[in-house]
């Protein structure tokens, strides 16, 4: 590419995705939005404001850690850990939450609503509506709220109110059905924090940019620490608000690989999955167009994850138009390898990642071992398993 | 002209206002629905919208999501909802019959499929809750080549602007969603009504047909004093949800709720 990246244009389109495929009566909200978000974002008090969160309050920057026993296990690749579940409340997710409470305090919005899957973004968006006294519901799908419990605590802690959605699949998209419905019906007093890089415009775009920290980061401790830039980059893809964070500042240098790892559930050949880049195909879902899991009717198919936060038959429409021009490759991982990824790791670094980050784990698992030792793979370690320890256990028999 | 627009022609000179019923193809089951269709035309219907199961209705309420959830367990997708009309048309080339549902399955088939399958079986209009005309130019410009409208949403939060850009995006006619909520949601506030159709009225000819929330033939009455057409479709489909055992009542219902409303909405005019 010899143009600069700058997707998506005025309108949120990245090529023929994204967009704004919304209900008439969110249209002035989400044109609302869109004026904030541009108006903020170059507005000094703002990021200063934004930049001393992260650092005080999320503890960023999160390091950039050279997991060597593995790479040597390995035998190929350095592989590099972007240790994003080191921030408070465990993941990448309270970038973003961060990032939209401080505009919907600006908006003037006293009220949040979220959907949650694993539980992650619900845990930031309540832990961050916590602290600045504003009203607090996420929508979580029935099946999730059983498989997460943990985390369903934690939220009620913070003081939120988690509503579990007994609608259609009863997981992450049925929460984002639910949500949305919420918002159209208090589309007044009431800010919608979605946690990935779908939805209409402007929250492709803006989840992105309030990722794009980890990327940002990571670069520049790559060139601190090995004096040049990765050769890939490796991140798991539900929505995929982690993969574009970390990939988005590498866009145009094309030498840096970039592989999104999907969730191929028991197998994408048994169609029991949830990997949309690499087996579905283009259609519109919550506000956007992008690669869905879709029938011949196109009525969306379930999808099937060990882990609930990769458990979307979409995804962000960025992605998309990624994969179509061919500057990232998506790839996927069953639950199978996930967990051989969560066990690696575990026993090799002393660090237990999340079911999501154990795809992007399973998937440097076999990359790595097909490059040379001086190179470079950054892998996103986008959250920390303790969410999942009971998911662990329960397979493996064990009550606790 | 359009099969809608002669239908808001003729009743605006006899001085009636439209009753528009809606109900989800294949609900309770698909054997179910054509014989509605008829059904309603006889207690008075003046033009159908005819709801395409989808399995991720966001912008309805639990009434509509169920109705969709009961058609799509009989595998009632696009498809079989396109054979239906077929079958609808072959005893009644009059009444205009207008799709309502969201954009994907339409996606799925392909805009050039998908005008050319509904013109093949005489649709006369199409409803896609989540097209707004921002995205609508691809789609508009292949049913308007055939005749067949694309009717848009208008909400309470829409602005003069927001109209005017319907009017020159839309035809057939402007659908006013009364209330900030999702369908079947509470009651509408008619004073609101009134106020907010003025000000519509002021930016388009199209006629404005008023839905969610119109529960009973009062309502139905009172909003047929302000708008072109009285929609009506969580109501009916309460019917069909208090009978699930007994088709036959959830028909009687319907018919009877339906009568009722033509009734009030012909005494108010």
Same mark, same amino acid.
């Given at each position: ?19 704004? =495929? ?5 249209? &002035? %909200? ?15 008090? =703002?990021? /200063? ?11 960023? &920057? ?30 990448? @997710? ?96 009431? =800010?919608?924090?979605?946690? #990935?890089?779908?939805?209409?415009? &402007?929250? &492709?775009?803006?989840?992105?940019? =309030?990722? /794009?920290?980890?990327?940002?980061? %990571? ?6 620490? #090995? ?42 050949? #048994? ?7 690499? %087996? ?57 390898? /996930? ?33 040379? @030792? ?27 | ?38 059904? +309603? ?16 209705? +966001? ?9 969709? $959830? ?13 054979? +239906? ?16 549902? *969201? ?9 050039? $499929?998908?005008?050319?399958? !509904? ?31 694309? !009717? ?20 057939? *006619?402007? *659908? ?18 009134? $106020?907010?159709?003025?000000? !519509? ?69």
């Amino acid at each position: 590419m010899t143009d600069k990246y700058d997707m998506p244009d005025e309108n949120g389109h990245f090529g023929p995705y994204g967009g704004i =495929f919304v209900a008439e009566t969110l249209m &002035p %909200a989400i044109t609302e939005l869109n004026d904030a978000y541009q108006k903020y974002l170059k507005d000094p008090e =703002f990021i /200063a404001e934004l930049d001393a969160d992260l650092q005080h309050y999320v503890g960023r &920057p999160s390091p950039l850690y050279h997991a060597q026993r593995w790479s040597k296990e390995l035998g190929g690749a350095q592989i590099y850990l972007k240790r994003e579940d080191l921030n408070h409340t465990g993941a990448h @997710k309270v970038n973003n939450t961060i990032g939209q409470a401080l505009l919907a305090k600006r908006m003037g919005k006293p009220r949040i609503i979220a959907e949650t899957g694993a539980g992650q973004h619900g845990v930031a968006t309540a832990t961050v509506a916590a602290r600045l006294g504003l009203e607090c519901v996420v929508y979580m799908g029935a099946v999730d709220v059983a498989r997460q419990a943990l985390n369903v605590y934690r939220m009620k802690l913070l003081g939120a109110t988690v509503v579990p959605v007994e609608s259609g699949s009863k997981t992450l998209k049925d929460a984002l059905n639910e949500a949305l419905r919420d918002w159209v019906t208090n589309i007044d007093d009431t =800010f919608y924090i979605i946690g #990935t890089v779908a939805g209409p415009r &402007p929250y &492709p775009a803006m989840v992105r940019d =309030f990722q /794009a920290i980890i990327g940002r980061e %990571a670069k520049q401790q790559c060139l601190d620490m #090995t004096g040049k830039l990765p050769d890939a980059l490796v991140a798991c893809v539900g929505g995929g608000s982690n993969a574009i964070g970390l990939f988005h500042p590498f866009i145009d240098d094309a030498e840096v690989k970039m592989y999104g790892v999907e969730a191929a559930g028991d197998g994408v050949e #048994t169609g029991r999955h949830s990997a949309p880049l690499c %087996a579905g195909r283009p259609g519109v879902l919550h506000g956007n167009r992008t690669y869905l899991m879709a029938d011949d009717d196109g009525e969306i198919i379930e999808t099937h994850s060990i882990s609930a936060g990769l458990d979307y038959p979409g995804v962000g429409p960025e992605h998309a138009w990624l994969k179509d021009i061919g500057r990232a490759e998506y790839v996927n991982i069953t639950d199978e390898e /996930a967990l051989q990824g969560f066990h690696a790791l575990t026993r090799m670094e002393g660090i237990i990642p999340a079911l999501e980050s154990s795809h992007a784990m399973a998937y440097a698992m076999k990359l790595a071992p097909t490059m040379d @030792k001086d190179q470079i793979i950054i892998v996103n370690l986008s959250g920390r398993g303790d969410k999942d320890m009971h998911t662990m256990a329960q397979r493996e028999g064990i009550q606790i | 002209m359009s099969r809608l627009a002669d239908c808001f022609q003729a009743l605006q000179e006899s001085g009636r206002k439209a009753l528009i019923p809606f109900i989800t193809a294949g609900d309770p089951f698909p054997e179910f629905t054509v014989p509605m269709l008829h059904e +309603m035309v006889k207690a008075g219907a003046d033009v159908i919208e005819l709801g395409v199961p989808f399995s991720d209705p +966001m912008a309805d309420g639990p009434v509509i999501q169920r109705a969709s $959830e009961r058609a799509l367990e009989h595998q009632v997708g696009l498809r079989k909802v396109l054979s +239906m009309v077929a079958e609808f048309r072959k005893t009644d080339q009059k009444t205009p019959l207008v799709l309502m549902g *969201y954009l994907n399955p339409i996606e799925i088939m392909g805009y050039q $499929e998908f005008a050319n399958a !509904i013109q093949r079986v005489d649709v006369d209009g199409v409803l896609t809750v989540d097209l707004p005309p921002e995205e609508a130019h691809d789609c508009v410009a292949l049913l308007k080549e055939r005749d067949i409208d694309q !009717i848009f949403l208008l909400a309470p939060n829409s602005d003069a602007e927001r109209v005017k850009k319907m009017d020159a995006a839309g035809s057939g *006619y402007l *659908y006013y969603v009364s209330l900030k909520g999702v369908t079947g949601a509470g009651h509408l506030d008619t004073d609101d009504v009134e $106020e907010k159709l003025a000000m !519509i009225k002021q930016n388009t000819c199209l006629p404005v047909g008023v839905g969610f929330g119109v529960k009973n033939a009062e309502t139905a009455k009172t909003l047929s004093k302000i708008a072109d057409g009285v929609v009506v479709g969580s109501a009916l489909i309460s019917k069909i949800e208090a009978n699930l055992n007994d088709p036959q009542q959830a028909k009687q219902e319907i018919i009877e709720l339906l009568s009722s409303m033509r009734q009030a909405m012909d005494e108010s005019n």
